[in-house]
């Protein structure tokens, strides 16, 4: 006896409809969530985050509680989620910086760091909120830190080290958590020196990454 066989059904107006009903409401969901980043990221600049409510995020967004709520667990959740969108621009940016130095493996480092420098200048209350006030806000928020730190040490490493060669990782955590250090002691300093100043500092740290065991 041959199997039998059904045809494939067409899809109904009703079942299509339903689709693209589903697919808007996402790319709504999405959105919402977009604006709420973009408010967390604004307020917490201008009021530190401590001092920030979900009232005052909503509002900056131009969207009801319920709707935070819609994507969000808590303020921790909201501030882990813009702390990784400010970080994951930084990151590009600073690895577009050193594509675009030239071959150099100091100069596209220095190219880095003058891009990472820059960025904290230009945003002095986004770099004050998620570099001085966030630590030890909850676990969750600490691992996002630690990962980014890490990730920025990864940049570094790739910069600087030849191809197939690995970095130390206790060098490479070192490293990368001393131009931190170096950038939170030159905010509190008022962005003094200028960024080519401190960004030919933090180089000459991060050159102990190229240095030739021995």
Known sequence: MAPMTTAPTEPTETSTARRYRGAAADERRTQRRCQLIAAAIQVYGERGYQNSTVKAVCEAAGLTERYFYESFANSEALLEASFRAVTDLLLQSIEHAAQDAGRGRQQRA???????????????????VFLLEIRGVSKRVDEALDESLRAFGGLLAQTLLPAGQTADPLLLAGVAGGV???????????????????????????????????
């Open 180 to 214: 931190v250090h170096i950038a939170l002691r030159w905010i509190r300093d008022g962005y003094a020196p200028d960024v080519d100043t401190v960004a030919a500092t933090a180089v000459e740290l991060a050159m102990v990454l190229a240095r030739k065991p021995g």
């Open 110 to 128: 220095l190219a880095m760091l003058r891009a990472y420098f820059g960025a904290l200048q230009r945003e002095p209350r986004s770099a004050r």
